[in-house]
């Protein structure tokens, strides 16, 4: 096996955009909600997955800004998916020693949503040998705005620290302050676009695209992305 090659590199961390759940249901004649069940039970998988191959960050993009434009039938089912599903991953956290995270405005999502996130968020905070990020009313320019706004307000008020931006300052802004950026990057289910996730954090991530629906990516698949990531070449310095 390529692993016991020592050349044979693990991301540290992987993102991945979540996609393909309403295709997968429908190619199966079931409703978009039996899909986005399904991928949410693959997520408390895959992450356990993940977390037992050693890669010790993963951030998923689970709703973006974008998403409340989808019709409020299937607005509420992804809502009510996500309570069960927040209530559900403290288990996991405290099993597998995993902070947990979440990325994007939670002024935006329901007070009892809120609530969970604050709670887990803040139980989870010590917790360190697994890094799991939620992108939840996540958008990378909302994101990049809020960061700039709270940036201008620290520089009028004279908090900026060591009193000038740098891209350093500049990240510590974001969501994603302190945890590192992706190595890997997966998107499922065919389309080969960031749709306005990780904007800043992905600038020298690779790129894996497989047509496989989020529902059915599974061990194999990830595999196959790690091979992926394996077979190119990292290069920095700006070539
Ligand atoms: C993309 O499929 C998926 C979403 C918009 C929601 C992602 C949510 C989950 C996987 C549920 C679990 C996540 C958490 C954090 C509980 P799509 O609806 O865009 O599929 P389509 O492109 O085929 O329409």
Redesign the pocket.
Known sequence: MMENNEEYRLPEHIAI??????????SKGRP?SY???V??D??EKMCNVIGDRGIRYLT?????TE?WK?SQE?VRV?MD??R???KR?MKTARRRNMRVRFLGDPAGLAPDIQESIRQLEESTKDYDSMFFQ?A?NYGSRDEIVRAVTKLADDARSGKLPEGRVTEEVFASYLDTADIPDPDLLIRT?G?QRLSNFLLWQLAYTEFYFTPV???AFGIKELEDAIAAYNGRDRRFGGV
Do not use: K, M, Q, T
């Open positions: 955009i979540l996609d393909g759940n309403g295709r997968w249901a429908a978009r899909g986005h069940i991928g949410c693959n997520l998923v993009y689970a709703f973006s998403n989808r299937e992804l998916l996500f069960r599903y927040l991953i939620i939840l289910s389309e629906p989020w529902p």
